[in-house]
């Protein structure tokens, strides 16, 4: 795989985003990511996500990452101590991408890595739901996705334009979840969601 | 009241799918002393409930309720409660980004030559917006000075009416909103920009142009072409064809055709045909002949382009430049 080195850089509180080879820095845990076409976790978006899972308690929890890109969320979220998850991205070469890195990372046996829409996700109650996608995908597919996690778990949503961010919150709502944060960056914004118990 | 900083005009009918998110980008905003004047027009949804519930918890909102009287006269009605100088324009299915108003308030006091500034704008939601769409606002978002604003000015309407701030008494001087049976926005911008007055546009996405079916651009008659075109040549009476009694056209298409019809009705006949293809010139087409771009020359007379299609009216442009013609002179793109 195509891949070019760069400065690593720190992540949330805990993490460093660092190319293969990088020489590992106290205080600071390495996800290494060869960077490629879909970069290597730079975007605010990924950033406040990162900032936000560190927040959360994923000990031996499961999760799904709709959308997963380089695989940097799940990379990140078995660091954390996640047990294991699913990433699916409807990029082949997403897809190919994120196995890479979670390979550097040594933790592909904890992942499924899938090439497909939500709609390929045969499994359910899932403890936490990541899905750094567009705030219209999001909005498409609020009810399977929300069916997708336990009840009382959590979703984190992201990669969702100002225009489209109380939209998104209101859809989520209706669908059952309480808003536990909404974020709102630069041009995007995160909502961290809590799905109802009772669900 | 005090005057606020900012008075925000909005005028809404059966706007309940989308207002609150309207409303929420608006109690987002970084300047925080600004006051909603909301004329309901005639709302028979929950519209009037919504904005009750919204006035209830901030006096910052204004909601007035008229029967349904139409835009115009909602717009003029909500501009005399409006008690700031500067008016931000705004609709019930709109987002504005969180600094959206602080910019524009803060352009319009650092330039006090500047009668409205506008900011770029992004259509969405995007899986609903078409090609032409995203054109359309490229274009507008490309017009970044007021010569670009003025040079494009008959070729579509220059502003998003909801992203513009604007000063009170320049929008007054030229005799505020009026319904005369074309868009009320564009026929607005043209007396402004027709009577000297500097617009503007903030070059950063700082608001957020809401698609759907519903929207009065897509189902009212002011909106359509040939209300376009009566209103663009309406002005261009008052200024490039000032006393003119005939044109030359660019462009033996439909759209010139339909120009053409227009012009007629205002008593501006067509005297030359302009165009490209070798099959039409040298013919007589509504009795007038068609020539070859070539027999231009400076001076010859006011010239409509009326070709719009994608890159074209560039190469229009350049091709008038290499003859020497000056754009708003001898010639103006008309869309």
Not at chain 1, 119 to 146: Q, S
Not at chain 2, 211 to 226: I, K, N, Q, Y
Not at chain 2, 287 to 313: F, H, N, Q, Y
Request: glycine share 8%.
């Amino acid at each position: 795989m195509k891949t070019e080195l760069y400065k690593p850089f720190n992540s949330g509180q805990k993490f460093r985003i660092a190319p293969p080879g990088a020489k590992p820095v106290a205080g600071r845990t390495d996800i290494i990511m060869s960077r490629g076409a879909f970069g290597s976790g730079e975007h605010e978006t990924t950033a406040s996500c990162i900032e936000a899972m560190e927040k959360l308690d994923l000990t031996g929890k499961s999760f799904l990452d709709l959308g997963s890109g380089t695989g940097i969320l799940a990379i990140a979220a078995l660091k954390l101590g996640a047990a294991r998850g699913v990433c699916i991205d409807i990029e082949p070469d997403a897809v190919e991408s994120a196995r890479h890195n979670c390979e550097l990372n040594g933790i592909n046996q904890e992942i499924a890595h899938r090439c497909g829409t939500l709609d390929d996700i045969t499994e359910k109650n899932f403890d936490f739901v990541f899905a750094n996608i567009y705030g219209d995908i999001l909005l498409a597919v609020c009810d399977d996705l929300v069916g997708k996690v336990k009840p009382a778990g959590t979703l984190l949503l992201s990669g969702i334009l100002w225009e489209y961010n109380y939209e998104v919150r209101a859809t989520y709502e209706k669908a059952g979840c309480e808003v536990i944060k909404n974020r709102m960056m630069e041009e995007f914004s995160t909502v961290l969601l809590k799905k109802d118990g009772y669900l | 009241m005090n005057q606020p900083l900012c008075s925000i005009l909005m005028a809404v009918r059966n706007e309940e799918k989308y207002l609150p998110a309207a409303l929420e980008s608006i109690l987002r905003q970084t300047l925080t002393d600004w006051q909603l004047v909301v004329i309901d027009d005639g709302s028979t949804d929950n519209t009037t409930e919504i904005l009750k519930s919204y006035a209830d918890r901030d006096s910052r909102i204004q909601p007035v309720y008229q029967p349904s009287n139409g835009l115009v006269p909602a717009l003029i009605l909500g501009t005399q409660k409006c008690y700031s100088d500067f008016i931000a324009r705004m609709d019930g299915d709109d987002i504005c980004h969180p600094q959206r108003l602080e910019k524009q308030y803060r352009f319009l006091q650092d330039n006090p030559e500047t009668s409205l500034v506008a900011t770029n704008i992004r259509y969405f939601p995007s899986h609903i917006v078409q090609g032409g769409m995203r054109h359309y606002e490229h274009w507008q978002n490309s017009l970044v000075t007021h010569d670009l604003i003025l040079r494009d000015l008959f070729v579509e309407s220059p502003f998003t009416q909801p992203s513009i701030m604007y000063r009170k008494t320049a929008v007054e001087s030229v005799g505020g909103y009026r319904d005369i049976g074309w868009a009320e926005d564009y026929d607005l911008w043209l007396r402004l920009a027709l009577s000297k007055h500097q617009l503007a546009r903030i070059p950063e996405t700082l608001f957020f142009w809401r698609e759907h079916a519903d929207r009065l651009t897509h189902t009212a008659d002011e909106f359509s072409l040939d209300a376009f075109r009566r209103c663009k040549a309406f002005h261009l009476k008052k200024s490039l064809l000032k006393d003119k009694r005939s044109v030359t056209l660019w462009g033996v298409g439909i759209e010139g055709k339909a120009w053409r019809k227009v012009l007629l009705d205002i008593g501006i006949d067509v005297h030359h045909w302009i165009d490209i293809d070798p099959g039409k010139i040298g013919q007589t087409i509504h009795g007038a002949k068609v020539a070859e771009p070539d027999s231009l020359k400076p001076g010859c007379g006011p010239m409509l382009i009326t070709i719009g299609a994608r890159g074209a009216r560039d190469l229009v442009r350049e091709k008038c430049q290499e003859l020497g013609l000056i754009e708003s002179k001898d010639y103006i793109c008309v869309t």
